[in-house]
């Protein structure tokens, strides 16, 4: 590498970042607890900096530096800008929640850009080892955050279960990376690609690779049959937290597999379509039936998120533009409907007391409307009604995949999601028709109330205007799609 | 068969045992020490691979420092493994099968002559003076200056996380700030009781004067 063509302008947001993050890590340690707000105004204006940068920067084609080991193209830009919006609602969201659990210090803040750091990474990879570099720095980040309340003991096995299922991915991971590796000889996503397509790669040992690529990659996303610790991660760790693990990652590990399966292993393609396909149903299946049992809340959102991972993989496996720029609307707008459920989980929790279960929601429209309002608008748009954006995402998806002549995989999808239904519209009952239990006010921050109406009320925009955000898509899409 | 294969052979037999002693050993201790044999036999590897200066930093970091710390928190920590390991036996056979199936399979898959694993060869033999931390300090900072880079964003992670998740406050501890130790005045102590003086009285009187003072 010459250091005349060393081009850092498009790595510019997460130069920014990284030091931010880091004079605000050295500035915590003068602020007393009582003026922790300044470390959460500073988290709040490095993010505007970054997303600002990020704009500034923006290109629309691919750019490659850092030794081809990092790439800037659209699919980056756009996913990147929604990641921090995510992050920055996630901090305004838990700023009281946290307070309230002793769990509002300097760490909080900086572990949360890391993983954000570590997303930025993953996303602008186009190397298996800077992709592998970002994973685990937002697995690390995670791991510390979920454990940071240490005194409750949910939250503690919470972190251990994810700490050690996480190194067993990672290790799957590696070792189908090490094996694509062999086949072919680089780690270089574009040049792996090359490499499959020239006929020169042993097929054997790249489909060997893939089943535990496969395997990782769908740990990571939490897809059937390696789901298992989404349910408990979810419930034990604190809202705050399980938002931070719920919302931003799943963009992430969108694109994590959007670069691995479709940039790099696209020669592979009718391979890891089926084993796809089986993990789809899979998910789609156990998680929306496994659902209706639950009686806590944060416990039926993860299995809701297992199901619609499975819809997310729907859209992948269709292995044509429409279906991955499909995959991609469809994970933004899930991650907003995430971020609004979980917001008004924590709005209606308050110190001492977490607002988890099914019941604690009964009767909450005679409580306060509002707040039952915004939780109608998030069920409804995770259950796919229309005229809100879970219907559009759902439909594209399915559109995708008719088109490719999946019809039966359709019906199926259609079907999981009408049982879906019915515990989403059990919560709605819950709120609308139930006798109210718990009768204490609902106090909540300004500026809280204010994002979160906004959040919840984007859902029913986007879905009444959904052609914008379409448009999008699939613009970063196309882009990303014709480098190779 | 050469020589180096016969120590290739030999260092991974020692590496498997040692691998399976990690997690089968009863004696935490132990298994921290069978771990020390195969960061070893590893290190070995590495020499036969003509990577003299990561078969080095491997002994040094892994053995010398991570281990003995790992060893000395072993110690440390009164942790009665045998409870821990109860239900061990009630899952060992699923997990047994489980892992005997994936092992076969890769087998299988890697011996079959499709894998074709012997038409890959080993590494060219370097020159004489080829200088292996040369080469790769040429690497991290030019092509690898990324990953490198962001290695040691993972270790400010984990540092930052490990000091989140270890210091606390204790309430009860005995801790005197020496700051305040310094500044302290006379007055902060001592408290000067002005009393009048008084002819000496009874013992029993005497007393109970002394309760009154305290």
């Known amino acids: 590498m010459n250091w005349a063509d060393l081009n850092l302008v498009p790595v510019m947001p997460e130069i920014f970042l990284i030091s931010a993050l880091s004079v605000i890590l050295l500035l915590d340690l003068f602020i007393s607890d009582a003026k922790r707000g300044i470390t959460y105004g500073l988290s709040l204006l490095t993010l505007a900096g970054t997303a600002a940068l990020q704009v500034y920067t923006f290109e629309p084609y691919a750019q490659y530096t850092l030794s081809n080991m990092f790439v800037a193209d659209p699919l980056a830009s756009l996913v990147k800008l929604a990641m921090y919006g995510a992050t920055a609602m996630i901090l305004v969201y838990s700023r009281q929640y946290a307070a309230d659990r002793d769990m509002f210090k300097g760490e909080f803040f900086t572990l949360a850009l890391f993983a954000l750091f570590g997303m930025n990474v993953m996303v602008s990879a186009s190397h298996f080892l800077s992709l592998y570099m970002g994973l685990e720095l937002l697995s690390l980040s995670l791991y510390a955050l979920i454990a940071l309340q240490r005194d409750s003991v949910p939250a503690t096995e919470a972190a251990m279960k994810y700490f050690v299922l996480g190194a067993l991915a990672s290790g799957l991971l590696l070792y189908g990376m090490s094996m694509v590796y062999g086949a072919t000889g680089t780690l270089e996503i574009a040049a792996i690609a090359k490499s499959i397509h020239g006929g020169s790669a042993n097929q054997l040992l790249l489909v060997f690779g893939l089943v535990f690529l496969v395997a990782g990659l769908a740990f990571k996303l939490g897809a059937v049959p390696f789901h298992m610790w989404i349910p408990d991660v979810y419930q034990g760790s604190p809202t705050a937290i399980t938002l931070m693990i719920g919302a931003a990652p799943k963009l992430a590990a969108f694109v994590f597999i959007f670069r691995i399966l479709v940039q790099g292993l696209d020669g592979l393609t009718g391979d890891w379509q089926s084993m796809l396909a089986i993990m789809a149903v899979l998910s789609m299946a156990i998680g929306n039936i496994t659902a209706i049992a639950q009686t806590n809340l944060k416990r039926m959102l993860a299995y809701s998120t297992i199901s619609h991972m499975g819809f997310l993989l729907l859209g992948l496996l269709a292995g044509n533009e429409q279906g991955y720029s499909s995959a991609l609307f469809y994970a933004v707008t899930y991650v907003l409907t995430t971020l609004a459920s979980f917001g008004v989980i924590m709005a209606l929790s308050r110190a001492g007391f977490e607002c988890d279960k099914l019941e604690d929601l009964k009767g909450l429209n005679s409580r306060n409307s509002w707040y039952a309002a915004l939780m109608l608008l998030t069920m409804f748009s995770l259950a796919g009604i229309p005229p809100l954006v879970g219907f559009y995402a759902k439909f594209a998806v399915i559109k995708a995949i008719v088109d490719i002549g999946l019809v039966k995989l359709a019906v199926f999808a259609v079907a999981m999601s009408l049982i879906g239904a019915f515990y989403y519209l059990r919560v709605v009952k819950h709120m609308y028709f139930d006798e109210v239990q718990d009768t204490s006010p609902i106090v909540v921050r300004g500026d809280m109330q204010l994002v979160l109406s906004l959040n919840a009320l984007a859902l029913l925009v986007l879905g009444v205007l959904p052609e914008r955000l379409i448009e999008i898509c699939v613009e970063a899409m196309k882009q990303s799609l014709t480098v190779l | ?214």
């Open chain 2, 1 to 214: 068969m050469s020589f180096p294969t016969v120590v290739f052979y030999v260092l991974s037999a020692i590496l498997i045992f040692a691998g399976l002693r990690v997690i089968t050993a009863k004696n935490p201790v132990h298994a921290a020490l069978y771990l020390v044999l195969a960061f070893f036999t590893s290190a070995g590897h590495w020499l036969l691979l003509e990577s003299e200066f990561l078969a080095i930093s491997l002994v040094l970091v892994y053995v010398g420092a991570v281990m003995v710390l790992f060893l000395f928190v072993v110690m440390m920590l009164d942790i009665n493994f045998e409870k821990l390991r109860e239900g061990f036996w009630k899952n060992a056979p699923l997990a047994g099968t489980v892992g005997l199936i994936m092992v076969g399979e890769m087998v299988l898959i890697l011996m079959s002559p499709e894998a074709s694993l012997g038409s890959y060869k080993g590494a060219a033999p370097l020159a004489a003076d080829a200088s292996n931390i040369r080469e790769l300090g040429r690497l991290i900072y030019t092509t690898y200056l990324w990953p490198f880079e962001l290695a040691a964003v993972v270790l400010l992670v984990g540092m930052v996380a490990a000091i989140a998740l270890t210091m606390r406050k204790r309430k009860d501890t005995k801790f005197v700030n020496p700051g305040d130790q310094v500044v302290v005045r006379r007055d902060d102590r001592v408290r000067l009781v002005k009393m009048a003086a008084v002819k000496r009285s009874e013992p029993v009187a005497e007393a109970e004067s002394a309760d009154q003072q305290a």
